[in-house]
C-alpha cells in the first residue's frame, strides 16, 4: 500500500498528460493517491487533493489533451516556503512526492527531500521527465521532445514549400524555434527532407557561434541558387558579436524581439531581399495534431514506472529511457540519479551537429514513420513550343 | 477539343494544388493544356509548357502538398506588359486561359481578356476560387479557407490548453490570425470551444473598432474570473484611435510588429498581467496536417467544373460554390461573373458577427466532423483531507 501525491511543474508538452494517467492508471484499490494542483504553487498552498473516482475519470479523458490537466506553472521553492511543503505532506502522512518535469523541477524534488530529512520526515522522491528542449541528461530523450520536433519539422518542410510558391515575391524566412540553449529542437527541423530544394536550406544552432558575414553569404549563396532559402534558427544562437537582440524599446514600449527578426532585418538591409521572420510558438509544445504517437506511448510508460520504483522503494531518482543498441528502435527504462541531472543541461551532441544524418537516424524512431516525403519539384520541359 | 493554359496565383493555400490536379484530371486525348509556372509573372515572360505525361505524374503527385506546385506568387499585369501575354497565348493558338486564384486574379484575368479582345484575339477566361480570408462574394466560401480555420481554431484550443496550464506564470496571450480586411478566419477561432474555461475567451474582428477601453475592461473582467485570457485578434482589427501600429522604426531599423504585439503591450502596462503576443504564421495557409477532407474534396471539384465550363464555351466567370437550404450540408457548383467579384471584399455577415453559434454551424461542416470536444476542466474536491 502506497500513499502518494502526484503533480506537474514547469512547461507543458502535448503529452504530459499522459505521464500522469500512465502512473495513476498503476494504482491498486490498496494505494491511496493524491494530486498536487497548479505545481509547486500547489504544493506551498496546500492544493493537495485526495483521488477519487470521479478526478480520475476526469483525468483520464486528458490522457490525449496538451497543456497540465493538474495545472503548473513556474513557482519558486526557496527556504522561505519549503518547510511548508514538508508540513502539507506530513499533515497527510504522504511519503512519496512525483513531479513530472525538466531538469529543475528535479532540482526542486531534491531540495524537498533534503528539507524533509532535516525535519525528520520520511520522504521518498522520484522525477518523470518532461522537457521539449531534450535538455535532460542520461536519459536518450525525454518524452515532449519528439511531438515538438515533429512539429517543427513538418512545418517547416510545408512553410518552405509556400514560400518556394511566393518566391518572385519574397525570398527568405527566418523560422525561430524553442530551444533557449539547446539545439535538439533547431536540428530536428530538417528531418523530412528529402530534395535540395525542400526546406531547411540553412540551420543554426546555440551549439554553434553565429558569424554575421558567413551567415549573409550562406543566404545569398542560397538565393541565388534556388531562388528563395527557408532558415532556422533556434531562439537562443548565439551571435559571434554578442549583440542583445532579445528586447528592444521604443519610446518607453518594450518591443518583443527574438534573433529571427534582427536575423530577418540584417538579410533585408544588407541583401535586399524580402524577408520575413517567424515565431513558431507555443503549437510547438501543444499542438495536439503533430504529437508523436511513439512520443504519447512512452510518456505514458515513464509514468507508470515511475510507480514500479515507487513500490520499490527507490528515491532521489529520475525515470529515464536508455535506446538499445541495434538497427530496430527498441528501449528499456531505467533510472539515474536526480542529482546527476538536476539543473544540467544536455546540449545537442557534437557527433550529431557533425553528422545531420546521424541524427536523423537517431529521430526517425522517436516521430514515427508515417510521413511521406514530398515530390521533386517539378521538372519542366526546356522545349517551348 | 480545347486547347487550354492553367496557372496559379496569389498567396498559396494548403488545398490549391488539389485545384489544379481537379482540373487537369479532366483532359482528354483530344485535349491540349499547358501550365503556366510563377502565376502572372510566368505568363509575362513566356513561362508556359505543354503538358506532358511526365509533367503530368508530376503534378498529380503534389495532390495533398501545400504550396502552389507550378509558383504562383504577386506580380503586377498592367498595360506595360499585358499585350505581352495575349501574344504568347496566341502564339500558342491557346484560347481558354484559366488561373485559380482570389480577387485580385479573377481582376487580372478580365483585364487579360479585355486587352485580348481589344486586340482582336478570342479568350475565354475562366477563374477557380481560392482564398484563406474567405473574402471572395458570390461563393458560399472558398477552397483553401477551411483548412486555415480549422488550424486556427485547433492551435487556439491548444495554446489556450497551455497557458491554462502556466496561468500562475503567465496570464494572457493574444493571438493574430491572418485576415487583413476581413474576420472569417479569426471569428473561426472559437469553432472548437465547448465550455467556458476553453479558448478563445475574446474575439476581435476587423469588421468592428476595438475600443482600447473596453478591450482591458474585458481582459481584466476574463483573467479575473478564470486567471487567464486567450484572446483572438485579425491583423487587420482597426483601432478605434486609429493609433498607426504595423511597422515601427528603432533607429533606422524597421521592427516588424502587429496589432497582437501592440495590444500585448497595452495589456502589461495598464493591467501588469504577464502576457505574449503570437502571430500564427504562415502554417495558416499550409499546415498539412490541418487540411480539412471536406476542403480538400471542394479544391478537386472546383478545379475539375472549371474544365466543363470551358467545354461550354463560358467565359469570364468564376466557379462558384453554392450552398443547398436544409440541415444537410450539400452544395452545388455554379458560377459568377467575373466582374461582379474582380477586387471585391466580402467582409464577415453581421449577422454571423451577431449570433456567433450561427457562424459555428454554417462552418461545421467545411472543416469536418472529427474532431473531439476537450474535456471540462477538472473538478476538484472541496473536502480537504
Known amino acids: 500500500m502506497e500513499k502518494v501525491a502526484i503533480g506537474q511543474a514547469g512547461g507543458p508538452t502535448a503529452v504530459i498528460n499522459a505521464s500522469l494517467v500512465g502512473f495513476l492508471d498503476q494504482l491498486t484499490d490498496q494505494d491511496e493517491a493524491y494530486v498536487i494542483f497548479n505545481g509547486f504553487q500547489g504544493l506551498v498552498d496546500d492544493q493537495i487533493y485526495p483521488m ?37 505532506l506530513r499533515q497527510r502522512d504522504i511519503h512519496s512526492l512525483v513531479f513530472i518535469g525538466g531538469n529543475g523541477t528535479m532540482s526542486t524534488l531534491l531540495d524537498i527531500q533534503r528539507s524533509a530529512q532535516h525535519m525528520h520526515y520520511d520522504l521518498q522522491v522520484i522525477g518523470i521527465p518532461k522537457t521539449v528542449d531534450n535538455d535532460l541528461y542520461l536519459t536518450d530523450h525525454a518524452p515532449g521532445f519528439a511531438s515538438a520536433a515533429r512539429y517543427i519539422a513538418l512545418s517547416t518542410r510545408d512553410i518552405s514549400k509556400d ?90 514600449r518594450n518591443i518583443l524581439g527574438g534573433v529571427s527578426q534582427h536575423l530577418s532585418y540584417l538579410v533585408k538591409k544588407e541583401l535586399g531581399y524580402v524577408t520575413r521572420s517567424e515565431i513558431l510558438g507555443m503549437n510547438q509544445r501543444s499542438a495536439q495534431l503533430y504529437v508523436s504517437a511513439q ?70 524512431p522517436l516521430i514515427g514513420a508515417d510521413v511521406e516525403p514530398y515530390p521533386p519539384m517539378l521538372h519542366r520541359e526546356v522545349k517551348l513550343i
Chains 1, 2 share one sequence.
Open 52 to 88: 477519487t473516482d470521479p478526478l480520475s475519470q476526469q483525468i483520464n479523458s486528458y490522457h490525449d489533451v496538451p497543456g497540465c490537466c493538474l495545472g503548473a506553472g513556474r513557482y519558486p521553492i526557496d527556504n522561505s516556503n519549503i518547510e511548508k511543503v514538508v508540513e502539507h
Open 163 to 252: 514560400l518556394e510558391a511566393m518566391k518572385n515575391f519574397e525570398q527568405v524566412r527566418i523560422l525561430e524555434t524553442m530551444g533557449r540553449n539547446v539545439g535538439w529542437l533547431a536540428a530536428s527541423s530538417g528531418l523530412f527532407k528529402e530534395h535540395d530544394t525542400d526546406g531547411p536550406h540553412l540551420i543554426y544552432l546555440p551549439e554553434n557561434h553565429l558569424n554575421h558575414e558567413s551567415f549573409l553569404q550562406e543566404i545569398q549563396h542560397t538565393v541565388q541558387s534556388l531562388g528563395f532559402a527557408t532558415v532556422v534558427v533556434s531562439e537562443g544562437v548565439q551571435l559571434e558579436d554578442h549583440e542583445k537582440v532579445m528586447l528592444e524599446s521604443v519610446n518607453g
Open 295 to 364: 512520443d504519447r506511448l512512452e510518456a505514458y510508460q515513464v509514468g507508470a514506472k515511475a510507480f514500479e520504483y515507487i513500490q520499490q522503494g527507490e528515491s532521489e531518482i529520475m525515470v529515464a529511457i536508455q535506446r538499445q543498441s541495434g538497427d530496430t528502435y527498441l528501449f528499456e527504462l531505467s533510472h539515474v540519479a536526480l542529482r546527476e541531472v538536476a539543473l544540467k543541461e544536455r546540449t545537442l551532441f557534437p557527433e550529431f551537429i557533425e553528422d545531420r544524418q546521424a541524427f536523423y537516424k537517431w529521430l526517425k
